[in-house]
């Protein structure tokens, strides 16, 4: 209920954080503080704003039914609002409903289109490739023929181009690159790493004599000290990073496992990190070479980019951000009339902000503000999309200053889905894993009271590979010897199949698993499984109604021959 100030919301999965964004949304409105039209919910995917509509229009309704007058007057005029003025919606759904009100001053074709993400794909290939062409095309000098043959074109084709993707998404503009942060020291740097590295084997070659080695360690120190001047005479003469350098390094390296000798650890460690340092200046000196091209690259790619889009008049999610961040400064006039016209800000899982993301915020917002303006809810545990640019640092800096010293920091920790047994697990686990974070972890805090006298307990299974085999012999050898037992009333008895839930984070390993589970002959049934129209039974029925329909079909004809239809032989049929 605070409107005072600004609000950071820190909420873990569980913790209830959607009721609490439509909570405050309604409070917004019991308190007329404002109006359906000027509040603004951002939410991070579609359907999030749907629910989040849908549970809104609820309660407005449920306020219209229960008032009387001009009370149910005003609900009913908010729930006119939400279905026509309601700014319910993602970042980038309400950057696309500013510029299509001011495709003017945004620059803008008025009927232009969201680029299609197999669109987007094509029109980045292309660009490519013309951006490519010019480079080489342009290089007058010889400069850049090297460095793509030493790239490979693979890089310049795919990868740089999802560099640019993360570059736009972080709010960068590609034309303001510049060659700034160069490492010219990087020579003399290389110099000094070779010298300390060869400094550390002579340490660790008079370490060697003063303690007690096993033959295997003492076989691989001679080795390594005879072949030593080879080595030496190798990585002085490399200048950039090659393969042939890699391969030196990581021979070096196979005559000093961490393992070989507990004393000698600490000087073995050191030619370790001596060793990635050396392969780190290696790689900075040949970035310097590099990074020209790369840049010149990266600006064709652009305007190639741009120009297939306005070709098109389409725009691709992140034009949208770029034209409203430059739509807001370039033109004070149209930002005021936006931060008259919207009053509250409400964002839901804040954590998968950018920087561009956040200065469009602050931009609506503006900063001649008294009460509190900003509704901010994430998880920092939750923040899983620095692939797409998200930058979790943002939250954490609020969340340090208390948004700029101009709110407060609220934390919602009771779990309302997690059972007691399981939080526990999870917080055991999670405060090692978060140890290193800049940020504390927030423990899970179940609200449902641990059953007393109920055993319970976790096994991990750490598997490098082939984790369905493993998996399907752990669960058959668990059926088989009866170790975990099932209470049933005054008794209890060995685990079943039955008994086992196999839950899984994304479906699309689930046919390995199934494959492992019939080898191992455990009986088994998928819920909301895949691959439904793959299984060979539905194949054959498919097959079947193909040849009704198409009598000509060859090869819907020799599945239903080969199918348990008519059960005829590869043989009589080849």
């Known amino acids: 209920e605070e409107f005072s100030t600004d609000l950071l919301v820190m909420a873990g999965a569980g913790t209830g954080k959607t009721r609490v964004l439509t909570h405050k949304y309604l409070s917004l409105l019991k308190t007329r503080k404002c109006e359906v039209p000027q509040i603004v919910a951002v939410t991070f995917t579609n359907k999030a704003a749907d629910e989040m509509r849908a549970r809104i229009r609820q309660e407005l309704a449920t306020a219209y039914q229960n008032s009387h007058g001009s009370e149910a007057t005003y609900w009913l005029r908010q729930l006119e609002f939400l279905e026509v003025a309601a700014k319910i919606t993602t970042i980038h759904g309400l950057c696309f409903a500013l510029l299509r009100q001011h495709p003017v001053e945004a620059g803008i074709d008025p009927q232009v289109a969201i680029v299609v993400e197999a669109e987007e794909h094509l029109f980045k290939a292309k660009a490519a490739k013309r951006a490519l062409n010019?480079?080489?095309?342009?290089?007058?000098?010889?400069?850049?023929?090297?460095?793509?043959?030493?790239?490979?074109?693979?890089?310049?084709?795919?990868?740089?181009?999802?560099?640019?993707?993360?570059?736009?998404?972080?709010?960068?503009?590609?034309?303001?690159?510049?060659?700034?942060?160069?490492?010219?020291?990087?020579?003399?740097?290389?110099?000094?790493?070779?010298?300390?590295?060869?400094?550390a084997l002579f340490r660790l070659k008079q370490e060697a004599t003063e303690v007690k080695l096993t033959p295997r360690a003492q076989e691989m120190l001679t080795t390594l000290f005879s072949q030593w001047s080879g080595f030496q005479k190798e990585l002085q003469m490399l200048e950039r990073m090659t393969e042939e350098g890699l391969k030196i390094m990581a021979e070096l390296l196979s005559f000093l496992p961490k393992n070989l000798n507990k004393q000698l650890r600490p000087a073995i460690d050191e030619v370790h990190e001596l060793v990635e340092q050396l392969q780190t200046a290696l790689v900075s000196r040949e970035a310097e070479r590099q990074k020209p091209v790369i840049l010149a690259f990266l600006r064709y790619f652009d305007r190639e980019y741009n120009r297939l889009k306005q070709l098109e008049s389409k725009l691709d999610f992140t034009d949208q951000q770029y034209l409203v961040r430059k739509l807001l400064r370039d033109h004070p006039a149209v930002a005021d009339e936006y931060r008259r016209r919207f009053a509250y800000f409400m964002v839901d899982e804040f954590q998968n902000t950018n920087s561009l993301q956040w200065e469009i915020l602050q931009l609506l917002r503006g900063d001649e503000t008294k009460e509190g303006r900003l509704f901010l809810v994430g998880d920092l545990k939750q923040s899983i999309y620095r692939f797409r640019g998200a930058e979790v640092e943002i939250m954490t800096r609020l969340a340090a200053s208390r948004l700029d010293r101009k709110g407060e920091v609220l934390v919602l920790a009771k779990n309302y889905r997690t059972k007691p047994a399981v939080a526990e697990?999870?917080?055991?686990?999670?405060?090692?894993?978060?140890?290193?974070?800049?940020?504390p972890?927030?423990?899970?805090?179940?609200?449902?009271?641990?059953?007393?006298?109920?055993?319970?307990?976790?096994?991990?299974?750490?598997?490098?590979?082939?984790?369905?085999?493993?998996?399907?012999?752990?669960?058959?050898?668990?059926?088989?010897?009866?170790?975990?037992?099932?209470?049933?009333?005054?008794?209890?008895?060995?685990?079943?199949?039955?008994?086992?839930?196999?839950?899984?984070?994304?479906?699309?390993?689930?046919?390995?698993?199934?494959?492992?589970?019939?080898?191992?002959?455990?009986?088994?049934?998928?819920?909301?499984?895949?691959?439904?129209?793959?299984?060979?039974?539905?194949?054959?029925?498919?097959?079947?109604?193909?040849?009704?329909e198409s009598p000509e079909d060859a090869l819907a004809l020799t599945?239903?021959?080969?199918?348990?239809?008519?059960?005829?032989?590869?043989a009589a049929l080849f």
């Open 134 to 199: 010019i480079l080489l095309a342009e290089d007058e000098k010889g400069a850049n023929l090297p460095v793509v043959l030493a790239l490979g074109s693979k890089f310049f084709l795919e990868q740089l181009p999802a560099l640019y993707s993360v570059l736009r998404e972080s709010g960068v503009e590609i034309e303001s690159l510049s060659l700034d942060g160069s490492l010219p020291e990087a020579g003399a740097k290389l110099v000094k790493i070779r010298n300390r590295l060869t400094s």
């Open 425 to 439: 697990v999870i917080n055991s686990l999670c405060r090692s894993i978060f140890a290193s974070e800049a940020y």
């Open 559 to 570: 599945g239903v021959l080969r199918s348990p239809f008519c059960q005829v032989s590869d």
């Open 441 to 548: 972890y927030q423990p899970l805090i179940p609200a449902e009271k641990r059953e007393t006298g109920v055993e319970t307990g976790v096994e991990i299974l750490l598997a490098p590979e082939d984790e369905p085999a493993i998996l399907a012999a752990r669960l058959r050898r668990l059926v088989e010897t009866g170790e975990v037992r099932i209470r049933t009333g005054e008794t209890s008895r060995g685990v079943q199949y039955g008994d086992v839930a196999v839950l899984f984070r994304a479906k699309t390993h689930l046919k390995a698993f199934e494959d492992a589970f019939r080898a191992e002959g455990i009986p088994y049934q998928v819920t909301a499984g895949v691959g439904f129209y793959a299984r060979q039974e539905i194949q054959d029925q498919l097959n079947l109604l193909r040849l009704v």
